[in-house]
């Protein structure tokens, strides 16, 4: 058991953010969070008046070290990423504090990529719908009644028919291309790491179902490229009420991705009360 300090992470905000779809609360003190095929379980520790003080998290300091640590971002200071908000900028202002928590976490590039070609034009239930049907379908069971994430192989070896039949929808033929072509070698996600950001962006795109937002999420979610700023019907929305349709990207040069899971998370909670 290893125990994460509350005042440098927020679960609840982090498993709702949209940024992943295997992080789930269990109960009232109790979360679930499948990455690839590691399987995690996090209590919170409350005081008496019911604040949450820490996380406990059910693995070892050894696998904690070498794979929980960074895949939160723990090392990373996220107040240097704000020091350059205007005080005039209240609504930022306000998605900050409201946000208090969020990190961009550090997720497998295969997941992350079926992830957001599965994201198009559907609701994060909807996703995390597919995505389990998708792990259940094909995954390998690391514990029971729990799946983890397909492999390229795995997915390669499925019929179009059978993705089909986890909610995909037109996206199942992306995917089916796209499990084909990284299992085969043929487009290596790794590869891409040594890319520059623009050059990464170009090159996700070249597979079916990749457009810029999707190619965007990938960048951010996937190979932490956090200069990349997404932008779906939220950011869009937010952008046209708040910034008269132009969002001063260059004043957050380099962690506007940050920003980006800033002003999604506080908009998309906020929508009736920011856009109604």
């Given at each position: 058991?290893?125990?994460v300090e509350a005042k440098n992470?927020?679960?609840?905000?982090?498993?709702?953010?949209?940024?992943?779809?295997?992080?789930?609360?269990?109960?009232?003190?109790?979360?679930?969070?499948?990455?690839?095929?590691?399987?995690?379980?996090?209590?919170?520790?409350?005081?008496?008046?019911?604040?949450?003080?820490?996380?406990?998290?059910?693995?070892?300091?050894?696998?904690?070290?070498?794979?929980?640590?960074?895949?939160?971002?723990?090392?990373?200071?996220?107040?240097?990423?704000?020091?350059?908000?205007?005080?005039?900028?209240?609504?930022?202002?306000?998605?900050?504090?409201?946000?208090?928590?969020?990190?961009?976490?550090?997720?497998?590039?295969?997941?992350?990529?079926?992830?957001?070609?599965?994201?198009?034009?559907?609701?994060?239930?909807?996703?995390?719908?597919s995505v389990e049907k998708l792990?259940?379908?094909?995954?390998?069971?690391?514990?029971?009644?729990?799946?983890?994430?397909?492999?390229?192989?795995?997915?390669?070896?499925?019929?179009?028919?059978?993705?089909?039949?986890?909610?995909?929808?037109?996206?199942?033929?992306?995917?089916?291309?796209?499990?084909?072509?990284?299992?085969?070698?043929?487009?290596?996600?790794?590869?891409?790491?040594?890319?520059?950001?623009?050059?990464?962006?170009?090159?996700?795109?070249?597979?079916k179902g990749v457009g810029v937002?999707?190619?965007?999420?990938?960048?951010?979610?996937?190979?932490?490229?956090?200069?990349?700023?997404?932008?779906?019907?939220?950011?869009?929305?937010?952008?046209?009420?708040?910034?008269?349709?132009?969002?001063?990207?260059?004043?957050?040069?380099?962690?506007?991705?940050?920003?980006?899971?800033?002003?999604?998370?506080?908009?998309?909670?906020?929508?009736?009360?920011?856009?109604?």
């Amino acid at each position: 058991m290893v125990k994460v300090e509350a005042k440098n992470i927020n679960m609840q905000k982090n498993a709702d953010s949209g940024q992943i779809f295997r992080f789930n609360r269990i109960n009232e003190e109790e979360y679930e969070l499948i990455a690839g095929n590691k399987l995690l379980y996090i209590k919170e520790v409350k005081s008496e008046d019911g604040k949450v003080l820490d996380y406990e998290l059910n693995c070892t300091e050894d696998e904690y070290l070498t794979v929980w640590k960074h895949f939160f971002d723990l090392d990373t200071d996220y107040n240097n990423f704000i020091k350059n908000i205007p005080p005039e900028d209240i609504f930022l202002n306000e998605a900050v504090k409201y946000s208090e928590g969020i990190h961009i976490l550090h997720q497998d590039k295969w997941e992350m990529l079926i992830s957001f070609i599965i994201s198009q034009r559907k609701s994060i239930p909807a996703i995390k719908t597919s995505v389990e049907k998708l792990c259940r379908a094909f995954g390998k069971e690391i514990a029971y009644e729990k799946y983890a994430f397909p492999t390229p192989k795995q997915l390669a070896g499925a019929q179009l028919s059978e993705l089909e039949s986890c909610s995909l929808g037109y996206r199942a033929a992306y995917i089916y291309e796209s499990a084909r072509l990284v299992a085969s070698g043929k487009f290596d996600l790794d590869k891409l790491d040594k890319l520059k950001d623009d050059e990464l962006l170009k090159e996700l795109m070249k597979l079916k179902g990749v457009g810029v937002k999707v190619a965007n999420c990938v960048a951010l979610f996937a190979y932490h490229r956090i200069g990349a700023f997404p932008i779906d019907v939220w950011i869009d929305r937010i952008i046209q009420a708040y910034y008269k349709g132009k969002f001063p990207l260059e004043r957050y040069r380099g962690y506007a991705g940050v920003i980006q899971q800033y002003m999604f998370f506080y908009g998309r909670d906020k929508s009736r009360r920011l856009f109604d």
